[in-house]
């Protein structure tokens, strides 16, 4: 074999090509609709919940401050994936550096692991709230709020940084497909030539750790609340305090339950297409979901957005 060949073969390349959702469909422009559908959904809901949450001070509380990073994580996160997908799509280029391979990998690892860590900091808050309520303007004072949030962002972008070059450098030698619509690591690791198990089972250890930090402070939290809430004598009390947690309790089961399957399970379990499937659950459908969530459930901003429904009537009506 010439050698040339052989180091063009087992270097990798300068470009990857997406084999993405459209391949696998029989209807791919109007899988393509509805995807661009869901894509406006999340960035116009979560940039109201955000602009909502900073514009009523009302809401200007630790709680709706976690909202709204949860929201900025979610507009990062779905605009990091699906623009280039549509866009492939569109274009019919489905081709991806692997710069650009490595920068959506290490922003997607970031942005997904900052959420697993802000929910457990929401579990916490919630908890500060219910069990220790004379203390909660002191235990979750706005110094404290930011350095949970910046711990969340700290975290996540060390894990990106870990994981993202050692998976840029090994060796490419077989396709170059792909088998996914964004650079994922899994995905990536299964083009590699070269022996991957004991990367993949770090990898694997990196994620049950990320997994199971956040994982014990939300059980914990939630545990304590609701022994406190057993322990209440008001009836109302308790209605509050429930519908305060049953709306973070909903995102964590949505989101940490596609996060256990495509990181947890064995890779026995996995298959492009249900890879692939479970991805676009929590890459695209739980940015919809969570301003719903969120919002749908919530009368402090249900309330905040019939304020500026009727602001802006009323400005209408002036301007005529």
């Known amino acids: 074999m010439d050698s040339t060949n052989w180091v063009t073969n087992h270097t990798g390349w300068s470009e990857f090509t997406l084999v993405g959702l459209f391949v696998q469909s029989n209807h791919p422009t109007l899988l393509c609709m509805a995807i661009f559908s869901l894509f406006f959904m999340a960035l116009s809901g979560n940039i109201i919940l955000i602009l909502l949450i900073y514009s009523d001070v ?15 994580m979610d507009v990062m996160s779905i605009s990091v994936t699906v623009p280039k997908m549509l866009l492939d799509q569109i274009t019919g280029m489905n081709k991806i550096s692997a710069s650009d391979c490595g920068m959506q990998m290490f922003l997607y690892l970031t942005l997904v692991g900052s959420e697993f ?65 964004f650079c994922e690591v899994p995905a990536v690791m299964k083009l590699s030539c070269s022996d991957t198990s004991l990367y993949e089972t770090l990898m694997y250890l990196c994620c049950v750790l990320m997994l199971l ?30 519908a305060t947690c049953s709306s973070h309790m909903t995102v964590v089961i949505l989101f940490y339950g596609a996060a256990v399957y495509n990181y947890m399970l064995p ?54």
């Not at 009302?58 to 900025?72: D, E, G, K, V």
């Not at 492009?272 to 009368?299: A, C, G, H, Q, W």
């Open 58 to 72: 009302h809401l200007h509380t630790p709680m709706y401050f976690f909202i709204s990073q949860l929201s900025l």
């Open 117 to 181: 860590f802000l929910l457990a900091a929401m579990a916490y808050d919630r908890y500060v709230a219910i069990c220790h309520p004379l203390r909660y303007p002191i235990l979750m004072n706005h110094r404290v709020c930011l350095f949970l949030v910046s711990g969340c962002w700290l975290s996540a972008s060390v894990d990106g940084f870990m994981l993202t070059p050692v998976t840029m450098t090994f060796p490419f030698c077989r396709s170059r497909e792909i088998h996914h619509f």
């Open 213 to 242: 930090i956040p994982v014990t402070v939300i059980s914990s939290s939630y545990s304590f609340i609701l022994l406190t809430i057993h322990r209440m004598n008001s009836a109302e009390g308790r209605k509050k305090a429930f």
């Open 267 to 320: 890779t026995s379990y996995h298959t492009p297409e249900k890879d692939m499937v479970v991805s676009v659950f929590y890459t695209i459908l739980t940015p919809v979901l969570n301003p719903l969530i969120y919002s749908l459930r919530n009368k402090d901003v249900t309330g905040a957005l019939k304020k500026m429904l009727n602001v802006g009537s009323i400005f209408q009506e002036t301007v005529k």
